[in-house]
C-alpha cells in the first residue's frame, strides 16, 4: 500500500523535484507517480483508499500541468510565496525597454491595417524580434529556478514577476502581430 500524497504539499513536493528541475525530471517523475498511484490499481481496495489514489492522481496530474511550463512554473511560485494573483501578473503595461519599440509597431499596425501594405516587412521583423524576446524569457526563467533553488529566493522571485509581467505583454503583441499578418 503506498503512502498517498498530501493535498497540502506543493507541487515541486508532489513531484518530488526542485525547481529548476528539466523538462526530462518533470515527466520521468510524473510517469513514475502515475503508475503509482493509478487507480486500476486500487480497483479491489475499499473505497477509502481508491479515493486516496484518485486524489493522488489528480494531484499528479495538476503538478505536471503546471511544472512542465516554465512560464506557469513561475506564476505558481509567486503565487505561493507572493500570494500574486494571476490577473496582475498577466495584464502589465509595457515594459519600458519595450515601450518606443511598441508605440512604433502600432503606428505601423494602423498603417498596414488602412491598406499600407509597405508595413508588412517591418511588421514581420517585429514579429521576429518580439519572438525572439519571448524565447529568451524562457531562458530566463530556467536562470531565477537555480538561483532559487540556492537561497535567492527574493532576487529569483523579483525576478519571475518581471518575467511574467513581460511575457504577458509580449504574448498580446504577439497576437496582435499574427492576427494582422494572417
Known amino acids: 500500500m503506498p503512502d498517498f500524497l498530501n493535498p497540502t504539499a506543493s507541487y515541486f513536493e ?20 502515475s503508475r503509482r498511484f ?16 484518485l486524489t493522488s492522481t ?14 506557469t512554473r513561475a506564476e505558481y511560485l509567486l503565487r505561493r510565496e507572493r500570494s500574486a494573483k494571476l490577473g496582475e501578473l498577466r495584464d502589465s503595461k509595457p515594459p519600458k525597454a519595450l515601450f518606443a519599440t511598441v508605440m512604433e509597431l502600432q503606428e505601423a499596425l494602423m498603417e498596414f491595417q488602412d491598406g499600407d501594405e509597405s508595413q508588412r516587412t517591418h511588421l514581420e521583423a517585429a514579429h521576429v524580434e518580439f519572438t525572439e524576446a519571448y524565447a529568451a524569457l524562457k531562458a530566463r526563467l530556467s536562470q531565477l ?6 537561497g535567492e529566493t527574493d532576487v529569483a522571485l523579483d525576478g519571475m514577476q518581471e518575467v511574467a509581467a513581460t511575457r504577458g505583454y509580449l504574448r498580446r503583441v504577439l497576437d496582435n502581430l499574427n492576427k494582422t499578418l494572417g
Not at 515527466?27 to 513514475?32: D, L, P, V, Y
Not at 529556478?145 to 540556492?150: E, K, L, R, V
Request: hydrophobic content about 50%; charged content about 25%; overall charge negative.
Open 14 to 33: 508532489i513531484l518530488g523535484v526542485k525547481t529548476a528541475a528539466s523538462d526530462l525530471e518533470i515527466s520521468a517523475q510524473f510517469r513514475t507517480l
Open 38 to 53: 493509478h487507480p486500476d490499481r486500487f480497483a479491489a481496495a475499499t473505497a477509502e483508499i481508491l479515493d486516496d489514489a
Open 58 to 71: 489528480a494531484l499528479v496530474n495538476d503538478a505536471y500541468r503546471t511544472l512542465k511550463d516554465p512560464f
Open 145 to 150: 529556478f537555480i538561483a532559487y533553488d540556492s
